[in-house]
């Protein structure tokens, strides 16, 4: 079993649509990163969170450490959203100093 | 640059041979991280250095991986006698401080091994 989980592995929504990606992790964490890979490869680092709730812009990251889970939104969705989104967690107590990632979310906005 | 460079950005050789990835940080960031994405297999860590000091080597695949990094600043990552389960995207991160900071990474080395 993998120690973070991305659902669903793709997406395909309409344009303006709110977009829900899910992470559940099964390891003790310090923070959770959600981070963004356009077709090209340049990954972009779009939260760091270890409680609650973060938003930026139309995105918004939410956590729950007691239940290992984090969930990403994006509200009124667009094309140029269209990229993978990927989870990542950085391991508590004597875990890897890098990052354990998901496989990513592949999402798709059509116009 | 204002970001993480690296160098090349493709490269393509002969199984065997030796190859060397160079990762530029971003100034002042003390903390450095070395990646792998391959196809089938997603992210994976490589190794993380503080400085130049390396405590964290446990992602390296085998003994033919090393990396270095001196003054702080640039690391490179050599892949000794390369194979062809070598060629992958490997991606170079950078951030301040200690661990739990946000990560800013390179547009990455895409190896071929033939």
């Known amino acids: 079993k993998n120690e973070v989980e991305q659902s669903p592995q793709n997406l395909t929504a309409q344009e303006g649509e709110f977009i829900t990606i899910n992470c559940s992790y099964s390891?003790?964490?310090?923070?959770l990163h959600w981070l963004q890979q356009h077709p090209g490869g340049g990954i972009v680092s779009l939260f760091m969170l270890s409680s609650g709730k973060k938003k930026h812009g139309r995105l918004i990251a939410t956590i729950n450490i007691q239940e290992k889970h984090s969930s990403l939104h994006i509200t009124a969705s667009h094309p140029r959203d269209s990229a993978v989104y990927i989870c990542a967690v950085k391991m508590s107590g004597g875990g890897a100093d890098g990052l354990t990632f998901g496989k990513g979310t592949h999402l798709i906005i059509q116009p | 640059g204002a970001g993480v460079s690296q160098s090349p950005s493709n490269k393509v050789t002969e199984k065997g041979k030796d190859v060397e990835l160079r990762c530029d940080p971003i100034s002042g960031h003390t903390a450095l991280y070395w990646y792998r994405q391959s196809l089938g297999q997603g992210l994976e860590f490589l190794i993380y250095?503080?400085?130049?000091?390396?405590?964290?080597k446990s992602g390296l695949p085998s003994d033919r991986f090393s990396a270095e990094r001196t003054g702080g600043s640039v690391s490179t990552l050599t892949i000794q006698r390369t194979q062809q389960e070598d060629s992958a995207v490997y991606l170079c991160?950078?951030?301040?401080?200690?661990?739990?900071?946000?990560?800013?990474f390179g547009d990455g080395t895409r190896l071929s091994i033939l």
């Open positions: 991160a950078s951030s301040h401080g200690e661990t739990n900071q946000p990560q800013h």
């Open positions: 250095f503080q400085g130049n000091s390396a405590p964290d």
């Open positions: 390891v003790g964490i310090s923070a």
